[in-house]
């Protein structure tokens, strides 16, 4: 009996001791996986006086971010809750100013030595960014076009959508987006809009995942917002989803445009209203030109850029529904290193050229410089505006109803419209005058 309990209590021991072993085995087996960067971090949503630094690790851990005017740092943001996607805020910031910034997990350093710049405000004389769009493919000619921009160093980034192809799945966020942009992400802010083949998976879900972004609409939703960056207004789009006159979208997009105090603005969305290329006759632009194009024309939008075709394309000023107006210049920049399409010309047109390319603006003060370069770092157009020589932006109240791209027919039929209505009724009064006389 007592030789029979005391195997008992040695088979208790032996299988607690094993308990032990294996958890102390577990614990070990993590404490030696090294904790590293799944994703570098990266700059997100950066106004005059705030900024999102984001990154992913290969395993759950706690985060840091230690800032400063120089590499001493002096400020801290952190949360201890362990996750293995991060993403902290730096308040307190001043505009237009550097920061030097360093990324820890667990105590441990990820990575330090960047820096950033803060948004500017609207009393800075200079700002720049880049433009480009339809890139997701990582190819050799999309990392060549994101080495011209790494070599122009923007204060910041659009992306007219398509950001990762073939169906925006989130495993490809990696290989065809942030591996690629890696060393301007990580001081250089990206504003999106999302493209048709961002919609492709989960309704654009690791789109949303995957960027930090204003969601200062009604829907709040990260899909359509708007900053300020200098002296100008940026506004994102998405024509995915409902645009028209009545929707969230368009009512909140009119009072941006109405409600705006900067010098500039620019409007930046996938699908273009006008296009020479493969695109030109699909059903689900002229919606868009009929729609939208009256607003920008309207209220003065300088430049609005878009994707979906794969090379560049430069309007002239269009005033299709605001004839007096100062018309409205339209950019497709979608050779970000997908498969290029052949270039169009059309009555439009200022310039088009099927080639790898970003487009990179400068303003200074009243004046707008932008430039399309190849992806080799040669020059492909150019284009300045001048605001110092326009007349001012005066917004109608009324919105005319024209065929868009038929201004002249429109006043036209207005005239004769007119006409009929003026004959028929000196007709009736003559008519009543003859019968009376009878």
Same mark, same amino acid.
Do not use: C
């Given at each position: 009996?007592?030789?029979?309990?005391?195997?008992?209590?040695?088979?208790?021991?032996?299988?607690?001791?094993?308990?032990?072993?294996?958890?102390?085995?577990?614990?070990?087996?993590?404490?030696?996986?090294?904790?590293?960067?799944?994703?570098?971090? @990266?700059?997100?949503?950066?106004?005059?006086?705030?900024?999102?630094?984001?990154?992913?690790?290969?395993?759950?851990?706690?985060?840091?971010?230690?800032?400063?005017?120089?590499?001493?740092?002096?400020?801290?943001?952190?949360?201890?809750?362990?996750?293995?996607?991060?993403?902290?805020?730096?308040?307190?910031?001043?505009?237009?100013?550097? @920061?030097?910034?360093?990324?820890?997990?667990?105590?441990?350093?990820?990575?330090?030595?960047?820096?950033?710049?803060?948004?500017?405000?609207?009393?800075?004389?200079?700002?720049?960014?880049?433009?480009?769009?339809?890139?997701?493919?990582?190819?050799?000619?999309?990392?060549?076009?994101?080495?011209?921009?790494?070599?122009?160093?923007?204060?910041?980034?659009?992306?007219?959508?398509?950001?990762? @192809?073939?169906?925006?799945?989130?495993?490809?966020?990696?290989?065809?987006?942030?591996?690629?942009?890696? *060393?301007?992400?990580?001081?250089?802010?990206?504003?999106?809009?999302?493209?048709?083949?961002?919609?492709?998976?989960?309704?654009?879900? #690791?789109?949303?995942?995957?960027?930090?972004?204003?969601?200062?609409?009604?829907?709040?939703?990260?899909?359509?917002?708007?900053?300020?960056?200098?002296?100008?207004?940026?506004?994102?789009?998405?024509?995915?989803?409902?645009?028209?006159?009545?929707?969230?979208?368009?009512?909140?997009?009119?009072?941006?445009?109405?409600?705006?105090?900067?010098?500039?603005?620019?409007?930046?969305?996938?699908?273009?209203?006008?296009?020479?290329?493969?695109?030109?006759?699909?059903?689900?632009?002229?919606?868009?030109?009929?729609?939208?194009?009256?607003?920008?024309?309207?209220?003065?939008?300088?430049?609005?850029?878009?994707?979906?075709?794969?090379? @560049?394309?430069?309007?002239?000023?269009?005033?299709?529904?605001? #004839?007096?107006?100062?018309?409205?210049?339209?950019?497709?920049?979608?050779?970000?290193?997908?498969?290029?399409?052949?270039?169009?010309?059309?009555?439009?047109?200022?310039?088009?050229?099927?080639?790898?390319?970003?487009?990179?603006?400068?303003? *200074?003060?009243?004046?707008?410089?932008?430039?399309?370069?190849?992806?080799?770092?040669?020059?492909? *157009?150019?284009?300045?505006?001048?605001?110092?020589?326009?007349?001012?932006?005066?917004?109608?109240?009324?919105? #005319?109803?024209?065929? #868009?791209?038929?201004?002249?027919?429109?006043?036209?039929?207005?005239?004769?419209?007119?006409?009929?209505?003026?004959?028929?009724?000196?007709?009736?009064?003559?008519?009543?005058?003859?019968?009376?006389?009878?």
């Amino acid at each position: 009996m007592a030789g029979q309990r005391r195997g008992v209590r040695t088979g208790l021991l032996a299988a607690l001791l094993l308990v032990i072993g294996v958890a102390l085995g577990l614990s070990q087996g993590h404490a030696q996986t090294p904790l590293v960067l799944s994703r570098y971090p @990266y700059i997100q949503s950066p106004t005059t006086s705030s900024v999102v630094i984001a990154w992913d690790t290969n395993r759950a851990a706690t985060s840091r971010v230690d800032y400063g005017l120089t590499p001493d740092f002096g400020l801290w943001v952190a949360s201890d809750v362990p996750a293995t996607r991060h993403a902290l805020t730096l308040t307190g910031l001043s505009a237009g100013t550097r @920061y030097w910034y360093r990324v820890e997990g667990d105590g441990a350093t990820l990575m330090g030595g960047e820096s950033f710049r803060s948004a500017k405000g609207p009393d800075a004389a200079n700002v720049s960014f880049a433009v480009l769009g339809d890139s997701g493919s990582g190819s050799p000619d999309q990392v060549a076009v994101a080495q011209q921009m790494l070599k122009h160093a923007p204060d910041f980034v659009l992306h007219t959508g398509d950001v990762v @192809y073939d169906r925006g799945e989130a495993e490809n966020y990696g290989p065809r987006f942030f591996d690629i942009y890696r *060393d301007i992400l990580k001081s250089t802010a990206f504003f999106p809009s999302l493209g048709n083949h961002d919609y492709g998976t989960d309704n654009g879900q #690791p789109y949303l995942d995957a960027f930090y972004l204003p969601a200062n609409n009604p829907d709040g939703t990260e899909r359509y917002y708007s900053f300020d960056y200098g002296d100008a207004r940026f506004i994102a789009l998405d024509v995915e989803t409902d645009y028209a006159p009545g929707s969230p979208q368009y009512t909140w997009l009119e009072q941006q445009l109405r409600d705006r105090q900067a010098l500039w603005t620019f409007v930046f969305f996938h699908k273009p209203p006008y296009t020479s290329s493969s695109h030109k006759n699909d059903a689900d632009l002229p919606p868009i030109r009929q729609h939208l194009s009256p607003l920008f024309e309207r209220y003065g939008v300088d430049v609005v850029f878009n994707g979906h075709d794969h090379d @560049y394309e430069r309007t002239v000023p269009i005033r299709d529904f605001y #004839p007096d107006g100062k018309g409205v210049a339209y950019v497709v920049s979608g050779g970000g290193g997908a498969r290029l399409y052949e270039a169009g010309q059309s009555s439009f047109t200022a310039y088009s050229e099927s080639a790898f390319h970003a487009v990179f603006v400068a303003i *200074d003060g009243p004046v707008l410089s932008l430039q399309a370069i190849r992806a080799d770092g040669t020059l492909m *157009d150019s284009y300045v505006l001048d605001r110092s020589t326009e007349a001012p932006v005066v917004t109608p109240v009324p919105t #005319p109803v024209l065929i #868009p791209g038929s201004s002249a027919l429109g006043l036209w039929v207005l005239a004769f419209l007119i006409l009929a209505a003026f004959v028929a009724a000196s007709y009736y009064l003559f008519g009543r005058r003859r019968a009376r006389a009878g």
